[in-house]
């Protein structure tokens, strides 16, 4: 990124960048989540919505419940298999670039359910690109993961389509 | 969420413009804003008004009764946090007292334990009733009634912390008492919310309860009628119970409740804005009673002192890990109760919580 | 509890013979051990005569090898008193022998309450509840085929779970 602040320019300067950073930082800075909350953790995810822990100081408060508006999927909470095939339609129905934060233990493997009900692990079926361990995490660790996918998207970046 | 389908065999024809017009079917969930949680249901609707609903649920069913059956009593109480975790202390101490009641050491119990569980469950009360209250309103468009309401439950959570250590999932009392003793600053954490959260409630009050929006959204919605109520089996806030006043904590006491001095509001319309009322009212007397409870708030042991039931005093040091086992040493022998079968239940935020426990005398339940 | 719960037991007794077996109590709980096949004249008697307008509990233990019939299926019956130390709670137990489908009565139509409670039950030990109006799985998907909470089910076997979901993705597919 260059930066042009030459006062023969009357003080206004420009920079230069390639399409791509400069996508790339917007995307960083303007997540928008669609909170896939099925069980406990869908609790402390909407703590962290809320007032105290306020996601929206990282650019990602609009929560958007339908997946064609959001790019990144927070599944927070129990994953069945009656309710896998749903997450997976709602992951496919998302337009891309598109990232996963898989939240709690039970969306990690299983959690403490190892039961005939519930899959071990939602990347049995979705790619996911940050885990966050726990049940459930602490609202500062969903920060922590959002700030994760942040510096990934700075980092690795997504192709513009 | 997004699947709309027009049902044609329905068609009516209206009987004063005489066009045809068709029920539309439209199916909401399982994974939907308003549901809170995991319900699919099917809905037919003609115009705006809904005709029909055909609810699916089992999104969430995890099979934790089964698992219960592999392992011990004091093993299954963090599987208790999660069925309703809007007030995971209420369902833990639900099954605690079911736990003890099946092994018949309920007198046996310390009064500091027991007192400190119904404050721990009042407030698991208000933990419950702010979700919900605050996410009505949210569905609603009141968006400060919902940011007021978690604000209050941050407060909850941090009492919930130094109690025991997690926010949501508490996995508090264990069979026979207390894990630990209450923390020092217990009591002032307590008078401090009960300080602050009256006022939090009277702002909740003056957002909602006079609000014309919100009063034209609930006013004569949903409306059960008391007969319904009792047939379908509805408990807790939710059903009018004018003819019945029924609560588990005054008809069949448990944890002292009878010592307390408190009301049992009524939903007296049956419908959404008395059910609002009614879990409003809840709230403080949810409050009277842990006002009433930590003014009595009894010292002594805080476990009872049953070598079979309780595993551990912390007094000990640490128990040391047994690799070959995987378990600690200290965990080996679990309490075993003898063959029978008890029913606990207890008056959860949402209704009535009851336990079904058969022993075959083994160290976990067989159903 | 003012409620004479052996009166009670005689009347039934006395209008449908042998439908009361056995009274146990314990940890001041009373079970009667009631006749499968009277379940739902012993249920309707009980909510209209006795005022047991309120069924709080319905579901089903399987003993497998325990016990013999292998299958108990259990209702708590509420009833309403005027004063709150008035309220009494009774369980009913029903065996239900082990078949290809073992099968007991519904009580629907003596308690709504029931609908729902008798599906689960039918969806996780497979006992077929005769006079059901709609009984499909309500738990599992509809296409699951074991019941789970029979005891000769293995906790973790998810194999047909996972039929299910792979049934369900292809159909989503479409």
């Known amino acids: 990124m260059g930066?042009?602040?030459?006062?023969?320019l009357g003080g206004e300067g420009f920079l230069t960048t390639t399409i791509e950073a400069f996508a790339n930082w917007g995307r960083k800075n303007s997540l928008w989540p669609m909170p896939f909350g099925t069980a406990c953790c869908a609790i402390e995810m909407m703590a962290v919505f809320a007032s105290r822990y306020d996601l929206s100081r990282f650019g990602a408060e609009v929560a958007r419940f339908s997946p064609r508006q959001a790019d990144l999927m927070l599944v927070s909470g129990t994953i069945t298999y009656k309710m896998a095939s749903v997450c997976r339609r709602i992951y496919d129905q998302m337009p891309e670039p598109k990232w996963v934060i898989a939240m709690g233990s039970c969306t990690c493997g299983g959690g403490p359910f190892d039961s005939y009900a519930v899959v071990q692990g939602i990347d049995e079926f979705l790619p996911v690109d940050v885990y966050i361990g726990g049940c459930p995490p602490r609202p500062e660790a969903v920060i922590d993961a959002v700030m994760k996918i942040q510096k990934k998207i700075e980092l690795e970046g997504a192709p513009i389509l | 969420m997004e699947r709309v389908e027009f049902v044609t065999e329905e068609s009516v024809v209206d009987p004063i413009t005489g066009l045809k017009s068709e029920t539309m079917m439209l199916n909401m969930g399982p994974q939907h804003p308003a549901t809170h949680g995991v319900l699919r249901v099917v809905l037919h609707l003609d115009g705006e008004v809904i005709v029909k609903a055909v609810p699916h649920i089992g999104y969430l069913h995890r099979g934790i009764e089964?698992?219960?059956e592999h392992i011990t009593y004091q093993q299954c109480l963090p599987y208790t946090d999660r069925m309703d975790y809007l007030a995971s202390i209420c369902n833990n101490i639900g099954f605690v007292l079911a736990v003890e009641k099946l092994l018949g050491v309920q007198d046996a119990i310390p009064e500091r334990a027991k007192t400190a569980e119904v404050i721990m469950f009042e407030l698991g009360r208000i933990e419950s009733h702010l979700v919900g209250?605050?996410?009505?309103a949210l569905d609603l468009g009141a968006m400060s009634a919902f940011l007021y309401c978690f604000k209050e439950r941050e407060r909850i959570y941090e009492i919930l912390e130094t109690v025991c250590g997690a926010r949501l999932t508490t996995s508090y009392p264990?069979?026979?008492?207390?894990?630990l003793d209450l923390p020092d600053d217990f009591e002032e954490k307590i008078r401090n919310f009960l300080k602050i959260f009256p006022k939090t409630l009277v702002e909740v009050d003056k957002l909602l309860t006079r609000n014309k929006i919100w009063i034209e959204r609930t006013k004569g919605v949903a409306h059960i009628s008391p007969e319904d109520a009792i047939d379908l089996g509805l408990t807790g806030p939710a059903p009018p119970r004018e003819r019945h006043p029924y609560d588990i904590r005054k008809a069949n006491p448990y944890l002292g409740y009878e010592n307390y001095d408190f009301d049992v509001p009524v939903a007296t319309e049956g419908d959404a804005y008395s059910r609002y009322l009614c879990r409003f009212e809840e709230m403080n007397q949810s409050l009277r009673i842990i006002q009433q409870a930590i003014d009595n708030l009894p010292d002594g042991p805080y476990a009872a002192d049953l070598p079979d039931v309780v595993l551990r005093k912390r007094s000990s040091p640490t128990p040391a890990w047994n690799p070959s086992s995987g378990i600690s040493s200290s965990y080996t022998k679990d309490s075993s109760p003898s063959p029978g079968e008890v029913q606990h239940a207890v008056e959860n935020p949402k209704g009535e919580l009851s336990y079904y426990l058969i022993s075959d005398g083994s160290e976990s339940p067989t159903g | 509890?003012?409620?004479?719960?052996?009166?009670?037991?005689?009347?039934?007794?006395?209008?449908?013979?042998?439908?009361?077996?056995?009274?146990?109590?314990?940890?001041?709980?009373?079970?009667?051990?009631?006749?499968?096949?009277?379940?739902?004249?012993?249920?309707?008697?009980?909510?209209?005569?006795h005022e047991f307008a309120f069924l709080a509990d319905l579901t089903a233990v399987d003993y497998l090898t325990v016990k013999s019939p292998r299958y108990e299926v259990v209702y708590h019956v509420h009833r309403f008193g005027a004063d709150y130390d008035e309220n009494v709670r009774i369980r009913l137990k029903a065996g239900v022998e082990d078949s290809d489908s073992p099968e007991i009565d519904s009580v629907v139509l003596v308690w709504s309450g029931a609908d729902w409670l008798e599906r689960e039950v039918y969806d996780m030990f497979g006992i077929v509840f005769n006079g059901h109006p709609d009984l499909r799985r309500i738990l599992m998907p509809e296409d699951y085929e074991p019941f789970p909470l029979r005891k000769d089910f293995?906790?973790?076997?998810?194999?047909?779970?996972?039929?299910?979901?792979?049934?369900?993705?292809?159909e989503g597919n479409d």
């Open chain 3, 154 to 170: 293995d906790v973790r076997d998810r194999e047909a779970s996972k039929r299910s979901f792979q049934r369900a993705l292809e």
């Open chain 2, 174 to 179: 264990r069979v026979g008492g207390l894990p």
């Open chain 3, 1 to 49: 509890m003012s409620l004479d719960i052996d009166s009670i037991i005689s009347a039934l007794n006395q209008e449908f013979p042998g439908s009361v077996t056995e009274k146990l109590e314990w940890r001041g709980e009373t079970s009667l051990v009631v006749d499968k096949d009277r379940i739902k004249a012993i249920c309707t008697r009980l909510k209209e005569s």
């Open chain 2, 133 to 136: 209250i605050g996410t009505n």
């Open chain 1, 3 to 8: 930066v042009n602040a030459d006062p023969a």
């Open chain 2, 66 to 68: 089964k698992l219960c």
